[in-house]
């Protein structure tokens, strides 16, 4: 069992940047798959980032390719992620996760999805307008 706490959300212009860290405590995270989901009311939690560092390994949904970027920093046992560019689209609660041994040929749809994840974090608010 891993703890994760985020933060860095806020409230912020179209066209400005956030960065969300996500602490965690309680294990290495360079052993998990780790994950940004995004919630909206009435929808579901839908994945942002994935990051793996045993695999060498990012992915990101569509919508943020080329705009944020998802990294683990092994020696502060954090997640982050860089939001430039933001939208509207992108406001949502953001959920860091965390999936122990991951399945490498699950990769990278399984874990875009929250049901591979069994530890969150508390959510951090991303507004954007």
């Known amino acids: 069992h891993v703890q994760l706490v985020e933060s860095g959300g806020g409230s912020v212009q179209v066209g400005g940047s956030l960065r969300l860290s996500c602490v965690a405590s309680?294990?290495?995270?360079?052993?998990?798959?780790m994950g940004w989901f995004r919630q909206v009311p009435d929808k579901e939690r839908e994945g942002v980032a994935n990051?793996?560092?045993?695999?060498?390994?990012?992915h990101y949904a569509d919508s943020v390719k080329g705009r944020f970027t998802v990294s683990i920093d092994n020696a502060k046992n954090t997640l982050d992620l860089e939001m430039n560019s933001l939208k509207p689209e992108d406001t949502g609660m953001h959920y860091c996760?965390?999936?122990?041994?991951?399945?490498?040929?699950?990769?990278?749809?399984?874990?875009?999805?929250?049901?591979?994840?069994?530890?969150w974090g508390q959510g951090t608010q991303v507004t954007v307008s």
């Open positions: 996760a965390a999936a122990r041994s991951p399945v490498a040929g699950r990769w990278p749809e399984t874990y875009m999805r929250p049901e591979a994840f069994a530890d």
């Open positions: 309680g294990d290495t995270i360079s052993r998990y798959c």
């Open positions: 990051a793996y560092t045993s695999g060498g390994l990012t």
